[in-house]
T-cell receptor, first 113, second 114 residues
């Protein structure tokens, strides 16, 4: 298996633009997680899905952030409009269950100017 | 709700020194415990985990961790570090209750000087 795939790997955009991050989990994994990592706040769970259904989105910072999982092999995290404080590395991870090992993707490094 | 505390935020060691990174959690029920590692510029990957059985868990690259239930601790150890162990180390524990998402510590940055 190729592991968790994320795209793009790097994104530079201007404030106010829409940003869409994509994730393909490992085939067969029922859980998908979106994390944000910054120097100041460390690793934060934004939202996670089970069988394509959002279970906990309490970590989503505000309404500018939204996430979808239209099918078992694809998820998106959208920021609209983006702001400089959204600059971070965004990781997607997947697992067989909430308790099992999470497999992380390579991350998307987002810079909002 | 569960909380995870990593006491050492930054650790600097010389090669061959011994390492111990602290991790304490707040919930005393049945726990699964994880240590993840993030090498510079890379994504997080599992270092080791404890689910049940022997409280001394062996992981990759010579790392081990000991689950001490009475102390709510899961400290990470390595007897002799190498320069290649320079990385960020994260402890994680599932939340208590119905929502079992992982709760992450803030991480410990380890720098090993050659």
């Amino acid at each position: 298996d190729a592991g968790v795939i994320q795209s793009p790997r790097h994104e530079v955009t201007e404030m106010g633009q829409e940003v869409t991050l994509r994730c393909k989990p490992i085939s067969g994994h029922d859980y998908l997680f979106w994390y944000r990592q910054t120097m100041m706040r460390g690793l934060e769970l934004l939202i996670y899905f089970n069988n394509n259904v959002p279970i906990d989105d309490s970590g989503m910072p505000e309404d500018r952030f939204s996430a979808k999982m239209p099918n078992a092999s694809f998820s998106t995290l959208k920021i609209q409009p983006s702001e400089p404080r959204d600059s971070a590395v965004y990781f997607c991870a997947s697992s067989f269950s909430e308790y099992e090992t999470q497999y992380f993707g390579p991350g998307t490094r987002l810079l909002v100017l | 709700a569960q909380s995870v505390s990593q006491h050492n935020h930054h650790v600097i060691l010389s090669e061959a020194a011994s390492l111990e990174l602290g991790c304490n959690y707040s919930y005393g029920g049945t726990v699964n415990l994880f240590w993840y590692v993030q090498y510079p510029g890379q994504h997080l990957q599992l270092l080791l985990k404890y689910f049940s059985g022997d409280p001394l868990v062996k992981g990759i690259k010579g790392f081990e961790a000991e689950f001490i239930k009475s102390k709510f601790s899961f400290n990470l150890r390595k007897p002799s570090v190498q320069w290649s162990d320079t990385a960020e180390y994260f402890c994680a524990v599932p939340n208590a209750g119905n929502n079992r998402k992982l709760i992450w510590g803030l991480g410990t940055s380890l720098a090993v000087n050659p």
